[in-house]
């Protein structure tokens, strides 16, 4: 059974730092490259965060650069994202995802609150 389970998210001021985790299960975690999207109230899911499955390449939304980190473990089958300098606009649910060829994950989201 694949499972992803985000967690980390909560209530942050701003300027504040949070650091979300999404384990994975079920399937070959290191054949996948990662990403991470978030969803604001109202407004589509968008791409936050993307890892290639050898980790070797990376990229960012432009609104995000310079603030957020995205990493993986291999062995412990998790990815990682590490939000600094957080902002109120980051407010927003954020989701995991796996893809390969024909094959595509999602967890259930964690919510982040950036507010004073």
């Known amino acids: 059974q694949v499972q992803l389970v985000e967690s980390g998210g909560g209530l942050v001021r701003p300027g504040g730092s949070l650091r979300l985790s999404c384990a994975a299960s079920?399937?070959?975690?290191?054949?996948?490259?990662m990403s991470w999207y978030r969803q604001a109230p109202g407004k589509e899911r968008v791409l936050v965060a993307f890892i290639s499955s050898n980790g070797g390449s990376t990229n960012y939304a432009d609104s995000v650069k310079g603030r957020f980190i995205i990493s993986r473990d291999d062995a412990k089958s998790t990815v990682y994202l590490q939000m600094n300098s957080l902002k109120p606009e980051d407010t927003a649910v954020y989701y995991c995802?796996?893809?390969?060829?024909?094959?595509?994950?999602w967890g259930q989201g964690t919510q982040v609150t950036v507010s004073s």
């Open positions: 995802n796996a893809i390969q060829v024909l094959q595509d994950y």
């Open positions: 079920g399937f070959t975690f290191s054949k996948y490259a």
